[in-house]
């Protein structure tokens, strides 16, 4: 049996989720920050007349923002009830992968902070990290966007 994947990049590492997870793909748009939201969130921005969260994948995982370019996308998927933008470097490709190409995530790779990791998908040479952005966020987080949403009416 196959799945199909969305592989996007982050600080040149490859990421896949599955494709139910995604609402839709969106060019870099304006994004207001809001005063003391959490550290992984970007902001906000109006999108097809709705709010959206947007947060920094890139600042989720500790690594150093960088500026935005033309291949750069947030990536809306539903958090809970409520849709999320996440901010990618680029989006490659839809790629279907059969079963057998998907292992476990190693234990020693494996905590809480990094429960999001449901697998590693071996594709020729390389190797796609494949995440559940649900469970990106850890509980705290939950309960801080939760608190961003009701502030900003998102």
Known sequence: ???????FQV???QYGVTIEQVESIVKMQPITVVPQAPAFV???????GM???VLSLRRRFGLPSVEADRETRIVVVMHGAHPIGIIVDSVLE???LPEETIEPPPPMVTSERTR??????KVGERLILL???ARVLSIEEEAQLTTLREAVGA
Request: charged letters at 20%.
């Open 42 to 48: 970007e902001g906000i921005t109006n999108l097809r």
């Open 131 to 133: 995440l559940d952005l």
């Open 116 to 121: 999001f990791i449901t697998g590693i998908a």
């Open 51 to 53: 709010v959206l969260p």
């Open 94 to 96: 839809v790629l279907r």
């Open 1 to 7: 049996m196959e799945q199909q994947f969305v592989v």
């Open 11 to 13: 600080a040149g590492e």
